[in-house]
């Protein structure tokens, strides 16, 4: 009997299946090929049933990248204790498991960690091209070994590599059996509809899966034991406040639209709102504005009332007020290190012009990039704009003054910016804004976001 | 291929199709429109473009998708160019390092200090420094040119587009044809995919296509290979494609559904091949356009064979063909990452190859060496480049193989011509006696024809050499003689002339004032 991969797939040869493999219903016949064939990462569980019925078979299905070093050691690197437990957690559930961790608690530390135990053909999976490079630096500078990449069509194999979400589903077939470790960096991301076909894919029998939160809005986290393996360990931000991450101070801004303003907010917000009441409830809520978009698409009054919304939108997030308001807070830490954030690239280049401010997006090239987060690290620019781009982990422990201009209103988004300017450092006080325009929808945002905050100071003006 | 979001579908029972553009009427008259707006656009920014984007698709109504997918196919006929004499990005990173100094910019009078400071730094006005911070933005990028398209042509390709951007929620598909399926098979596995063929008596091909997990579920991972698979059956002769579509509930479809279309559709007639010519990677690309540069009569052909090796399958990226449709006699493949053992893989199919005959060279980029080993002995069929594959072993192969073919090919020719015409040129004589020129050249030259005679590119048989002598007078205007010549059948006069001792007399640069002389000096 011969086990062998075949994008994405096990087939298994031979004249007839051993006694251990029947039963097994992942196991098909497949008459295309005229032999059985199994998802990759069935191959564990492949592997752990001709074990256990001691089936010899001729096993060719990992093809792993050669490492550079026979054995891997970050010697560097020493673990805390809650850090210490989340991998004894991991190690005795098999190596294949999910560790919880909030931002700024060190799970890529764990991850090390978990490799040098391993010391095997590692692959780890990110979100983003800022996690991929960040990654890649901490795996060098850690084992002293060159560390591969996979992003935006170039490849680079090594005993480590680094990739993005993206590229690991487009290129899962070809790369499915030559990693006996995943790392799935922010693992929230990986079971949505497109992502989860990268863990099916692969064959790799180890897996460990970091985030700071599971949940997601869509259910769809209930897949993951089976994609990655159960959840092994979880340490929640209150129950490591104080002790790892500086303390901090949130404040909810709430600022006037000028009467122009105003005027054109009520205008659209109350063309978008007729149309809307004019067909019942069909258009309200999460659901009913994907409806929306759909009907847009034949109903020319759909249309018009979804421009209408992302009209009244631009006039409350571009507020003048705001944007004045964020001057008066730029003066007042004009002395700290300031993250601007905001949904929108146009708001972000908006302000970038306005104030002079280095900006970073989805559109800013790699090179730029570094040097950008750089500087800022450097203390060469003391504020950043941004829009999504760090909102998942890219590094910059020296800020400590959090400015939201704009938010989606979703839970983890708010963790995660908050995260961000929490990283450990010693004496520092972190602070949070929030500007909200008064009377507009984004009350609505700010409010939905408030009973999952942490326990924080909040207050009026200050 | 568009963006799934521009395409729009109709539904009747469990049968889809996308809303079709027209060939005519108000569509063609929306493409005509477009087709002007972005010539007109020329030196313009994007920006500019994009607004009026916005107002037609607002006047679009419903049709705002076609307006966007056409010049979403436009766009890819346009080329956009940063238009700022200084690097933006150096302008940025002086403006953010002035500002941290001066600042924070809160008003305009320390943002015009900091512009100003930022000017005299990069050596640029204010106001210039302040336009061109993010000119190599997309929308501030400057439209340079543009290959306009024929309108309908566009709206034949935009169909075929959205046919391929709904066939991304395809699960399978099954087609149906009869002939000329090379370039169909190449792409199916290309793009990883099964296939389960059938053929009937009449010869029709029934073909099912879909990929290795598709056994577990009915999954749309393959949608997107299956959309690209379409532009290589528009070649199949007559063709037909059912597709099986994956249930989209959010878009009013619970249920599975299906995608038929054939190669008769009449909206998908004239359809521009968007992406027939393109290059897996930079590298084949530099390699076939370096390789076209090779001597004749090597034609340089693209997955020209599917070879059979053992029991796997090799498709080389290339193929030298000796004359147009001579036979292939050296395949060449790129390549790209790479392990010594996925080589030493590569190679055995590659030595099974060379057993039968068949040379294959394999081109291997040394920077993309997937681990550090190197490489041990190079074997003679496999030649290392970094960067742009070097065309110098490949030369050298050919030489070989022309050699090869010209001996072979030489065998052929019989020592009497077998040509009746006193003169004829040499491609001519080649073509008839089914050799390559190179090869009956060479039979001339080495003297294996007698009575005939080789001048520039022309066969003289006997004494016609001498009988066109005496036709000529001993001197007249270059035109004059160059008509006799033409007359006679001698395309190229200049050797011609030369071998029968004339000199010709240049007054100036113009060739109508020049005379031949026989006999005088240089």
């Known amino acids: 009997m011969r086990v062998a991969y075949d994008r994405g797939t096990l087939v298994v040869r031979g004249a007839e299946l051993p006694q251990a493999l029947r039963g097994a219903d992942w196991l098909r016949w497949d008459p295309r090929s005229r032999f059985h064939r199994a998802e990759g990462y069935r191959y564990r569980a492949l592997r752990e049933r001709l074990e256990a019925a001691d089936v010899e078979a001729e096993d060719e299905v990992l093809d792993l990248i050669p490492a550079e070093e026979e054995t891997l050691a970050a010697p560097g690197l020493t673990l805390r204790s809650y850090q210490e437990e989340a991998l004894a957690a991991w190690e005795e559930g098999g190596r294949a498991g999910i560790i919880v961790l909030p931002t700024g608690a060190g799970k890529t530390v764990v991850a090390i960690k978990a490799i040098e135990s391993l010391s095997t053909a590692t692959l780890v999976v990110v979100p983003t091209l800022d996690l991929l490079e960040q990654w890649r630096a901490r795996l060098r500078e850690a084992f002293q070994v060159p560390v591969g990449a996979i992003a935006r069509g170039e490849t680079l194999l090594h005993g480590i590599t680094v990739t993005t979400y993206d590229s690991a589903y487009l290129q899962a077939e070809r790369l499915g059996n030559r990693f006996e470790l995943v790392v799935f960096d922010e693992v929230h991301h990986l079971p949505s509809e497109g992502y989860r076909q990268i863990a099916q894919l692969f064959a790799s029998p180890y897996r460990l899966g970091l985030t700071a939160t599971l949940e997601r809005p869509d259910g769809f986290h209930e897949l993951l034991p089976d994609l990655v393996g159960p959840k092994v360990y979880e340490a929640t931000p209150a129950a490591l406040a104080g002790d790892h991450l500086s303390p901090y101070t949130a404040e909810t801004i709430f600022t006037d639209l000028t009467p122009e303003e105003r005027r054109r907010y009520e205008d659209e917000h109350g063309r978008f709102q007729r149309f809307v009441e004019r067909h019942g409830g069909r258009f309200r809520g999460v659901e009913g504005h994907k409806r929306l978009i759909m009907a847009s698409g034949r109903d020319p009054d759909a249309r018009a009332a979804l421009l209408a919304r992302e009209r009244a939108r631009d006039v409350m997030m571009n507020s003048e007020a705001k944007l004045r308001l964020l001057g008066e807070l730029l003066l007042r830490h004009r002395e700290d290190r300031v993250l601007v954030f905001t949904e929108h690239n146009r708001l972000v280049y908006a302000i970038s012009e306005r104030f002079l401010l280095p900006a970073l997006t989805h559109q800013t090239g790699d090179g730029e990039r570094e040097e950008l987060l750089a500087r800022f690290r450097a203390g060469k620019y003391r504020v950043l704009v941004t829009s999504k781009v760090l909102n998942e982990g890219v590094d910059v422990p020296e800020a400590n003054v959090g400015i939201i201009l704009s938010g989606s209103g979703t839970r983890r988004e708010f963790v995660q910016r908050l995260g961000r300017i929490l990283r450990k450092q010693e004496g520092k006080h972190a602070y949070l804004y929030e500007l909200v325009s008064r009377d507009t929808r984004e009350v609505h945002t700010s409010e939905r976001r408030a009973p999952e905050k942490p326990k924080a100071k909040r207050g009026g003006r200050a | ?522």
């Open chain 2, 1 to 522: 291929m568009l963006p799934r979001d521009l395409l729009t579908t109709r539904r009747r029972g469990s049968s889809v199709t996308p809303v079709w553009a027209d060939l005519e009427g108000e569509d063609l008259a929306t493409a005509k429109d477009l087709v002007a707006l972005v010539e007109a656009h020329v030196g313009r920014p994007r920006a500019a473009l994009l607004a009026e984007r916005l107002r037609l698709e607002q006047e679009a109504g419903t049709r705002f998708k076609l307006v966007r997918g056409l010049l979403e196919l436009l766009d890819r006929r346009a080329h956009f160019e940063v238009a700022s004499r200084v690097d933006p990005a150096r302008i940025r990173k002086t403006v953010f390092e002035t500002a941290t100094l001066l600042g924070p910019v809160v008003g305009p009078e320390t943002r015009a200090k900091v512009l100003a400071e930022a000017g005299r730094a990069l050596g640029l006005a204010p106001e210039a420094v302040e336009g061109s911070l993010y000119a190599d933005r997309e929308e501030n990028l400057v439209l340079a040119a543009f290959e306009a398209p024929d309108p309908r042509a566009l709206l034949a390709t935009y169909n075929l587009a959205l046919a391929q951007t709904l066939l991304f929620d395809a699960t399978r598909m099954h087609l149906f044809f009869t002939r000329d399926a090379n370039r169909l098979f190449r792409a199916i596995k290309r793009h990883g995919l099964m296939h389960v063929a059938t053929r009937d008596a009449s010869g029709r091909f029934t073909l099912t296509l879909d990929g290795p997990t598709s056994l577990f579920r009915n999954t749309r991972r393959y949608g997107t290979s299956l959309a690209k698979v379409l532009p290589s059956l528009l070649r199949c002769g007559p063709w037909r494609l059912s597709a099986t579509l994956a249930p989209r509930p959010e878009q009013g479809r619970p249920e599975e559904a299906t995608f038929d279309l054939a190669s008769d559709f009449p909206l998908i007639q004239g359809a521009l091949d968007e992406e027939g010519g393109g290059f897996d990677s930079a590298t084949e690309g530099a390699f076939a356009q370096a390789a076209g540069a090779l001597p004749k009569p090597w034609v340089l052909l693209r997955e020209p064979a599917i070879l059979q090796a053992g029991d796997s399958v090799v498709i080389p990226d290339f193929g030298f063909a000796w004359g147009e449709k001579g036979p292939l006699r050296l395949f060449v493949e790129i390549v790209g990452f790479w392990t010594p053992e996925y080589l030493e893989r590569k190679l055995a199919k590659v030595r099974v190859l060379d057993a039968q005959g068949v040379p294959v060279l394999l081109l291997v980029d040394e920077a993309l060496a997937c681990s550090t080993d190197r490489f041990e002995g190079l074997p003679a069929e496999v030649a290392l480049f970094s960067g742009t594959p070097s065309l110098l072993p490949v030369a050298r192969l050919l030489e070989r193989e022309r050699e090869a073919m010209v001996a072979q090919e030489g065998e052929r020719i019989a020592p009497a011509p077998a040509w009746e015409e006193p003169i004829l040129a040499l491609d001519r004589a080649a073509a008839r006696l089914n050799v390559q020129p190179a090869t009956l050249r060479r039979a001339v030259e080495e003297g294996r024809l007698p009575g005939v005679e080789l001048v520039g590119s022309t066969l003289f048989r006997g004494r016609a050499l001498e009988e066109l002598s005496a036709a000529l007078p001993p001197r007249g205007s270059l035109r004059d003689l160059e008509e006799v010549l033409a007359e006679r059948g001698v395309g190229e006069a200049a050797s011609v002339l030369s071998r029968l001792g004339y000199t010709v007399k240049w007054r100036g640069l113009d060739p109508s004032t020049a005379e031949a002389v026989r006999g005088s000096p240089p």
